[in-house]
């Protein structure tokens, strides 16, 4: 059977139905993004004939270069922090066999947040199982801060992992924060001023979770 790649438009937070019916038949999904935006493409529900085959799942820059990969059974989430650039981005979907394939697609919206030393405290929640909360604070050289995760509730599972990077991408520090402590707190040495990064990612695939954030300057 030869097959014309089936076309989409894949608009944001909006759920599409997916139906490659045609042995060997793969998928091109397009969505507008600005660089910089952060989305997350879920798959849910996948089914194959014959069954239980994977798929792949490849996102493609506006200039034609792979940007991120997954591959799935049933259900994945690939998560799309800072998109690199403006313009039109491609989902390729290609059954590792030439199976038929039905899905549920939905490009969601990212989770994202601006952390204000000694301010406000912000509050988080996920609603695409799978995907990663991704904040940022500006520090001075030689500050030294503290990050309060607090109020911590997953839907499945037992924690969220913290990961705290430099101005430079780096890893600074991290953290394993537990539903049963409510949270927990990372300590961060600024070495160098500029914007850090911290990213908080879920136990597992099928996990959404919410939290509060505070962020402090030490007490001396």
Same mark, same amino acid.
């Given at each position: 059977?030869?097959?014309?790649? /089936?076309?989409?438009?894949?608009?944001?937070?909006?759920?599409?139905? /997916?139906?490659?019916?045609?042995?060997?038949?793969?998928?091109?999904?397009?969505?507008?993004?600005?660089?910089?935006?952060?989305?997350? /493409?879920?798959?849910?529900?996948?089914?194959?004939?014959?069954?239980?085959?994977?798929?792949?799942?490849?996102?493609?820059?506006?200039?034609?270069?792979?940007?991120?990969?997954?591959?799935?059974?049933?259900?994945?989430?690939?998560?799309?922090?800072?998109?690199?650039?403006?313009?039109?981005?491609?989902?390729?979907?290609?059954?590792?066999?030439?199976?038929?394939?039905?899905?549920?697609? /939905?490009?969601?919206?990212?989770?994202?947040?601006?952390?204000?030393?000694?301010?406000?405290?912000?509050?988080?929640?996920?609603?695409?199982?799978?995907?990663?909360?991704?904040?940022?604070?500006?520090?001075?050289?030689?500050?030294?801060?503290?990050?309060?995760?607090?109020?911590?509730?997953?839907?499945?599972?037992?924690?969220?992992?913290?990961?705290?990077?430099?101005?430079?991408?780096?890893?600074?520090?991290?953290?394993?924060?537990?539903?049963?402590?409510?949270?927990?707190?990372?300590?961060?040495?600024?070495?160098?001023?500029?914007?850090?990064?911290?990213?908080?990612?879920?136990?597992?695939?099928?996990?959404?979770?919410?939290?509060?954030?505070?962020?402090?300057?030490?007490?001396?």
């Amino acid at each position: 059977t030869l097959s014309t790649d /089936l076309a989409a438009a894949l608009p944001l937070d909006t759920v599409q139905a /997916l139906a490659l019916t045609r042995r060997g038949q793969n998928a091109r999904l397009t969505f507008a993004g600005t660089a910089g935006q952060t989305v997350a /493409l879920q798959v849910a529900g996948q089914t194959t004939t014959p069954s239980g085959r994977q798929s792949y799942y490849r996102v493609y820059r506006p200039n034609g270069t792979q940007l991120a990969t997954t591959n799935t059974a049933g259900s994945a989430t690939l998560n799309l922090p800072n998109l690199p650039e403006t313009g039109e981005y491609q989902i390729f979907v290609d059954p590792y066999y030439g199976e038929t394939l039905q899905a549920q697609v /939905l490009l969601a919206s990212g989770t994202t947040g601006g952390e204000a030393i000694d301010g406000e405290s912000g509050e988080y929640a996920t609603t695409v199982p799978g995907q990663n909360v991704y904040l940022t604070f500006a520090a001075s050289e030689g500050q030294r801060l503290g990050l309060g995760i607090s109020d911590l509730v997953v839907s499945t599972g037992t924690y969220v992992s913290v990961n705290v990077y430099r101005p430079d991408g780096s890893a600074l520090t991290s953290a394993t924060c537990y539903q049963s402590n409510s949270g927990c707190g990372l300590n961060i040495n600024a070495s160098v001023a500029g914007t850090y990064s911290v990213v908080v990612s879920p136990q597992n695939g099928s996990q959404t979770a919410s939290f509060k954030t505070t962020l402090s300057t030490d007490l001396a």
